[in-house]
C-alpha cells in the first residue's frame, strides 16, 4: 500500500469513527450494534470493529456490562476543549439566561453538522420541563424549528441539496417532509420565526429564527422550546416571538466583532 492509500484508509476510518460518536443524538439513550448501523449506514462488521476500537480509547462505554453503547469521558473532552476554546458560547450565556429565566423556556444557540444542528450554548429556565437536551445536543434540521429556521436562511445553491437528501431519505414520507418545510419557510417570510411541536419528542414545541453573528458573518440559529401537555402554539408565539427576536438582536450586537466559525 502506498502513502496516498493508506492516508485514505486512515482518513476513512476515522470518518466512519466520528459517525458512530455522531449516532448519539440528544435523546441520550444508550445504542445497540444494530441501531448504530442503522443510524450510521456502516455495515455490522465496521460498526462492531469501531464500538470495539473506540472503547478500547475511551469514547464509548458499555452500558452495566451489557450489548449497548453510550458515550464515555473521551467524548465529552473533546466537546470540553471546544467550549473553552470558542468565545461564543461565553458570551452569550448570560443573554440567554435571562431569556430562559424571561419565558420559562430553554434557549439554545445551535449551528449546523452535516445533516443535523448541534447546540454550542443552551440555557433553562429552573421552572420548566423541558427537553433532555443540553450543550452539544444534535437534532435532525429537517424535522424541527431551529434546523429549519438555519436552512431557510440558507443560500439556495446550498439549501436545496439539503433538502433533497431530506427528501430522498424521507422514502414515503417525503411529501410530509417537504410539507412541513415549506410551512416553516412560509412562517419565516411572514412573521421572521418558524414552529414545530411534537415532531421530536411528544409534546415538546420549539420556536426558532435565524441569527447571523461575528466579523465572519456565520449563519447560527436561536431556539426556544419546552414540553408542555397541549401547548397553545398561539399563545406561545404571542409572548415568545417578541422577546426571542430582540435576544437575537442583543447576541448580533454581543459578537458582531468575534471570529463566531463554529
Known amino acids: 500500500m502506498n502513502k496516498t492509500d493508506m492516508h485514505k484508509g486512515v482518513t476513512l476510518t476515522v470518518e466512519r469513527g466520528l459517525d458512530v460518536l ?55 473532552s473533546i466537546g470540553h476543549a471546544y467550549l473553552e ?21 430553554s434557549v439554545a444557540l445551535a449551528v449546523p453538522h452535516r445533516l443535523d444542528m448541534v447546540y454550542i450554548a443552551w440555557r433553562a ?56 418545510l415549506d410551512a416553516a419557510f412560509s412562517d419565516l417570510k411572514e412573521s421572521g420565526v418558524c414552529m414545530s411541536v411534537g415532531e421530536y419528542q411528544r409534546n415538546a414545541f420549539g420556536i426558532a429564527l435565524p441569527i447571523v453573528v461575528g466579523r465572519t458573518r456565520t449563519l447560527m440559529a436561536l431556539n426556544c422550546g419546552a414540553v408542555e401537555l397541549e401547548p397553545n402554539m398561539t399563545a406561545i408565539r404571542r409572548r415568545v416571538a417578541p422577546a426571542l427576536k430582540a435576544a437575537a438582536l442583543t447576541v448580533s450586537s454581543i459578537l458582531s466583532d468575534v471570529d463566531c466559525e463554529p
Do not use: C, W
Request: charged content about 15%; cysteine-free; overall charge positive.
Open 22 to 76: 455522531h449516532a448519539f443524538r440528544a435523546t441520550r439513550a444508550p445504542l445497540s450494534n444494530a441501531e448504530l448501523v442503522r443510524r450510521t449506514g456502516l455495515p455490522k462488521a465496521t460498526v462492531s470493529r469501531l464500538t470495539t476500537t473506540l472503547i478500547s480509547i475511551g469514547y464509548l462505554r458499555r452500558v452495566g456490562g451489557g450489548r449497548q453503547f453510550e458515550l464515555s469521558a473521551g467524548a465529552l
Open 125 to 180: 429556565s429552573s421552572n420548566i420541563a423541558t427537553l433532555r437536551l443540553g450543550v452539544g445536543s444534535l437534532l435532525p434540521m429537517a424535522s424541527t424549528a431551529v434546523g429549519r429556521a438555519y436552512l431557510y436562511a440558507l443560500p439556495d445553491a446550498v439549501r436545496e441539496p439539503l433538502i433533497s437528501e431530506f427528501l430522498a431519505a424521507a422514502g414515503d414520507d417525503a411529501g410530509t417532509v417537504r410539507a412541513n
Open 85 to 105: 476554546a470558542n468565545a461564543v458560547p461565553r458570551l452569550v450565556v448570560p443573554v440567554m439566561q435571562q431569556l430562559a429565566d424571561k419565558l420559562n423556556l
